[in-house]
């Protein structure tokens, strides 16, 4: 109670009343540039799939709307948790939030937030038809994540394990379960192909926790940024690119593919111009725009990846 009690002075009154439908607020609320991250782990996975001649483009499809639908979930749950919290409140320097702005009430979000991942639910029901019981086991501990990741009592963001959580449900669950759901198995190329998905879905992260590290740990929120500093963070970005294209060869050379999957590379360039902005970044707002364009990094690496992978 302590916790959700805190910062509550000085914030916009919720606007539980407002009656109608309102389109703008919801958008505002899906965050529709956090939503490129569900993209690349389902094209990497198929591609993986590709390569061992198992394609399956409605399970493809269906995996590619419940990973969005999750993100989606996920990012309701987000801005009404961190709302009652205290981690959004007037000095807030990210993107605006909803809930904190009154635009939509604590149960307006929560409702969105069940009825977006009951849509979910209807998706993996379909693919149980498919791939049978573990796709049920990730789709429920996937929500479970989801709404613990800054709800419940011991929320996982709160105590430095969502960068592991992104890494994990970002990437190797997604890109193994999208190729799981294909061909039937877990091969040790779509283990190693889920590392640079994670690793650059997670460095979106890091941008967010670097960008917010003195309002949370203002609100208590002890994020990995939190814990290592500003400086330790960015070390953390670099490292996390560092990883994402260490993997290409690493690839090349263990599963014997063609030169085609150096394809990512071309988007190294733009790595580069987004860890040094990163490192001279100092202030929070300016982070913003470094935040969108990590999660495009990610997309455009992971298309490029598997048209590699594919070639």
Sequence with gaps: MERAGK??????????????FDHSAWLLAARPRTLALAVGPIVVGTAVASSEGSVRFAPA??????????????????????????????DRIGPAR????????????????WVVFGMGILVGIYLFTVAGWPIIAIG????????TYTGGPWPLGYHGLGDLMVFLFFGIIAVTGAAYIQTFSVSSMALVASIPVGALATATLVVNNVR???????????TLAVRLGARGGRLEYLGLCAMAYLSLPICYVVFER??????????????YQLTVQVFRTSEGPALNAVLGATAQLGMFFSILFALGLVL
């Excluded at 995996?63 to 007037?90: C, H, K, M, P, R």
């Excluded at 917010?212 to 002890?222: H, P, Q, V, W």
């Design 98 to 113: 909803v809930t904190q702005l009154g635009l939509l009430s604590p149960l307006q979000m929560r409702q969105g937030m």
């Design 61 to 90: 499809f269906a995996a590619l709307v419940g990973t969005i639908l999750l993100q989606l979930g996920s990012n309701f749950a987000n801005d009404v948790y961190d709302f009652e919290s205290g981690a959004d409140n007037e």
């Design 258 to 271: 063609s030169v085609w999957i150096f394809l990512p590379m071309l988007t190294l360039p733009r790595a």
């Design 7 to 20: 910062h509550l002075v000085g914030r916009p009154k919720s606007s539980g009343s407002r009656k109608g």
């Design 212 to 222: 917010d590290r003195e309002t949370d740990l203002k609100a208590g929120k002890r």
């Design 140 to 147: 429920i501990v996937s929500i479970l994540v989801a709404v």
